[in-house]
């Protein structure tokens, strides 16, 4: 579920939460700083890691040629240039135990603990109860939207485009966040996953990343024209509400590249991209990811 709201006393109030979670970016997080890339393995560290530790956070990583990795006790996979993906879950608090050992025998241990991070409750009274509870036809085609989302994010190959650092896909002002959790009408529903940016309808949408289109679907029940892009090794981006999609399943974009138009359809109540990230099923948090805003400075949407 996922009230759109971008315009009035609601989207004041998540500017609000948004610079509560942007107070909460810039503090001093354990930031697990990227180096040159790794050298010999019997000489140089064993793995690389960039990234945040932090709920809805994702970790970059990299080991020189022949190292293997264990996460949890259980063997990760890695791209063949070495690079890895470990993400942290929105709720998620115990620490990771990442493992890698050389060829020569040698291994290194590291303990990943997410820093936990506050989320908002927003409550919204007075929507229709048909918005709150769909009916059992509408909630027949909710599941198989849904079951046709977790298809293409189930992809994982070995790919890396996410090495190439994100841009933001659209400019404007953030009206929505991560993790906020939503009791619409007095019944608790799903955080919201994504970060909502407003932009007028028409607006063209940017590839944050390289990666390949996985699904591109004109209209689905919440999210509207929705279309999900994969950067390689699980990691995915969707983008929700769209006006318009110019790209097709199958297709290879650039970072940079148009894909489609800001729109406003499925539940929303004014125009903004709402933008996901999944790794595999876990859900992250695409500002973490960012050194900016989506725009330099002015006032908060309309
Ligand atoms: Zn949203």
């Known amino acids: ?45 064993l793995v690389e890691l960039s990234g945040q530790a932090v709920q809805g956070g994702l970790i970059v990583g990299r080991v ?3 190292v293997e990795i264990e996460l949890d006790g259980a063997p990760l996979q890695h ?19 990442l493992t890698v050992r050389g060829p020569d025998g040698r291994s290194e241990s590291r303990k990943l603990k997410p820093e936990p991070r506050e989320f908002d409750i927003q409550r919204i009274d007075g929507l229709p109860p048909s918005q709150v509870t769909p ?8 599941r198989r939207e ?9 992809r994982i190959d070995r790919r ?65 024209g929705t279309l999900l892009l994969d950067h390689g090794l699980g990691l995915s981006s969707a983008f929700l509400h769209l006006d318009e999609i110019l790209v097709e399943t199958g297709q290879q974009v650039e970072q940079g590249e148009v894909i489609a138009r800001v729109g406003a359809t499925g539940r929303v109540t004014g125009a903004h991209l709402d933008w996901r990230m999944n790794l595999g099923d ?4 695409p500002e973490t990811l960012m050194d900016g805003r989506p725009q330099a400075a002015g006032p908060a949407s309309e």
Request: glycine fraction near 12%.
């Open 64 to 66: 020189p040629a022949g």
């Open 160 to 224: 890396i485009d996410f090495a190439g650092g994100f841009i933001w896909p659209v400019e404007g002002p953030i009206t929505g966040v991560y993790g906020s959790q939503r009791i619409l009408n007095g019944e608790p529903r799903s955080p919201h996953w994504g970060v909502d940016v407003a932009a007028p309808t028409g607006t063209p949408v940017i590839a944050p990343a390289a990666g390949l289109i996985t699904l591109a679907h004109p209209g689905m029940y919440f999210s509207g």
């Open 282 to 285: 876990t859900r992250i948090d």
């Open 1 to 45: 579920m996922h009230g759109h709201l971008a315009s009035g006393p609601i989207a004041k109030a998540m500017l609000r939460l948004r610079r509560v979670a942007k107070a909460f970016l810039v503090a001093p997080l354990l930031f697990l700083a990227a180096a040159s890339a790794p050298g010999h393995a019997e000489s140089g560290p």
């Open 79 to 97: 791209a063949d240039d070495g690079y890895f993906l470990v993400g942290f879950g929105r709720d998620e608090t115990e620490a990771r135990r």
């Open 135 to 142: 009916d059992p036809e509408s909630l027949e085609r909710i």
């Open 146 to 154: 849904a079951a046709q989302v977790r298809r293409a994010r189930a």
